[in-house]
């Protein structure tokens, strides 16, 4: 069994791109060898990224005689479990389409699955870092999901199992890597995903250098609340902060100090501006890589009877790399908040280091919603009411609420649903930053603002106010509201 170490893609990878172009940056460095060549493997978020670069294919005969197979062990167990793992391979007489097929049993299969999937391939013939004589590639493109993997920060199965095989009719090659893995599911491959983008240097705080993915540079000491540029991994703007948080420690500082001798700290917390520090206690886990059992082992954190945490040693690889608290904001009202660290040696005396105050605007609400009126010819239609509708212009009006009493209001929409899965958009709104950086959105909203919503079918309807919180948890957004009713409209 052989394991390859995914880099994280920075930005997403066209299947387009040559092997040599800087999407594919770094991955040559953690490549895996298989025979007559090398797999190499990214991924962010959404999608595993992967490449067979095959040196010693140097014929330039694309046709379908060339082929390969990817099995992924979805639920990691070893072992092939019928119609859940699955085989990757291509549609006959189409060598830029993949599909897949789940396995029955040993050898088995039930065929291609007839589906529309974001999974994609691309054959190719160029040059590589390997080598500069052009040869076959394949490119590959897998939606993470559809393997079983999640790579949230606290979930340790960010793995996946697989096997590979590929065949060349010219040359003639034809390789299983691991041997017979279709038949046996004992030995595959490993593939460790990356969980952990790094934070550009430039923009990590001193010390408490991000909250998760979103750097606290980027985070208004005025206003506790974040915006990020549109091309960062986590595109923010004007956002407060709800849910699950981890302040991050800056990588730099952080090795420095634990040279310098720093063994532990203490988060300081204040409520609002203004006031005097208390210590901040917390529990959470975090798994590390243990070399010896060769997987990540949970540990779990928590200050200890003087309020001390230790520091993670900066050299062992942890699920959640430099993590200096976690805590769920429901331990905290709504409003300001401000964090410090401060660093001591194992003789608990201060370790000199940068000054630094993080403000946060914590929100734990949801936005307000509700509909308060369908109305048909001014007269409201009770829940579950049944409407006449005059002519072929006739309708419907809707009054509604979508407020945010703390301004953190994101998008709100009022849409119709139908039948087969119709839907209208009746009304929306979003938040953007010319609203500076509070925007509460409306009660009493009349929609349409003029005339009446028109229904294009006789049927049931489902009028439903939606509406998002500008809220993030570091790694995306959080927090929404919904409200419906239902009444059925029936045209002449």
Not at 157 to 167: D, E, K, P, Q
Not at 349 to 373: F, G, K, R
């Amino acid at each position: 069994m052989a394991t390859i170490n995914s880099k994280w893609a920075a930005t997403p990878i066209d299947l387009s791109d040559v092997l040599t172009h800087e999407s594919w940056a770094g991955a040559v460095d953690h490549q895996m060898t298989i025979p007559g060549g090398f797999l190499w493997v990214k991924n962010d978020a959404q999608f595993m990224y992967a490449a067979l670069d095959m040196v010693d294919d140097t014929n330039n005969n694309p046709g379908t005689q060339d082929y390969f197979w990817f099995t992924f062990d979805r639920n990691r167990n070893k072992a092939i479990s019928p119609n859940y793992d699955v085989n990757y391979g291509l549609y006959p007489g189409n060598p830029n389409k993949m599909g897949r097929q789940y396995y029955l049993g040993p050898g088995r299969w039930t065929g291609l699955i007839n589906e529309t999937s974001l999974s994609e391939c691309r054959q190719a013939f160029e040059t590589s870092p390997n080598s500069s004589e052009p040869h076959r590639v394949w490119k590959f493109k897998f939606k993470l999901s559809d393997l079983n993997v999640s790579l949230l920060p606290w979930w340790w199965l960010s793995y996946t199992n697989f096997g590979l095989r590929v065949h060349s009719s010219s040359p003639n090659q034809n390789f299983d890597t691991p041997a017979n893995f279709y038949t046996n599911f004992s030995n595959l491959h490993r593939i460790n995903f990356s969980r952990k983008p790094s934070i550009p240097g430039a923009l990590a705080g001193p010390v408490m250098g991000s909250v998760g993915l979103i750097p606290t540079t980027q985070i208004s000491s005025a206003t506790g609340k974040a915006t990020t540029a549109a091309g960062y991994y986590v595109h923010v703007e004007n956002a407060a902060f709800g849910g699950l948080l981890n302040v991050i420690g800056n990588r730099t500082t952080l090795s420095n100090l634990y040279s310098a001798g720093a063994r532990k700290y203490k988060i300081l917390h204040r409520k609002g501006k203004s006031g005097a520090f208390s210590e901040f206690v917390s529990s959470w886990s975090n798994y590390y890589w243990n070399n010896t059992l060769n997987k990540y082992v949970l540990l779990t954190y928590a200050a200890n009877s003087d309020n001390y945490y230790w520091m993670q040693n900066p050299s062992v690889d942890y699920s959640i790399d430099d993590l200096l608290v976690q805590f769920n904001s429901n331990k905290l009202d709504t409003g300001f908040h401000q964090f410090q660290v401060v660093f001591y040696n194992t003789s608990n005396a201060v370790i000199a280091s940068t000054p630094q105050t993080l403000t946060l605007y914590i929100d734990n609400n949801v936005p307000q919603v509700s509909i308060d009126a369908i109305k048909h010819g001014g007269t409201t239609i009770n829940a579950c009411g049944i409407v006449n509708l005059n002519n072929a212009t006739d309708g419907v009006t809707v009054d509604y609420d979508a407020f945010d009493a703390e301004g953190n209001l994101r998008a709100y929409n009022l849409t119709a649903q139908w039948g087969d899965g119709h839907t209208a958009v009746i009304d929306s709104k979003s938040y953007t930053p010319s609203m500076g950086s509070s925007w509460k959105g409306q009660n009493n909203i009349h929609a349409p603002s003029t005339g009446v919503w028109t229904p294009i079918a006789t049927c049931a309807h489902a009028f439903r106010v939606r509406a998002w919180a500008r809220t993030t948890n570091g790694y995306g957004w959080i927090g929404h509201n919904t409200a419906v009713k239902y009444v059925t409209l029936i045209k002449p």
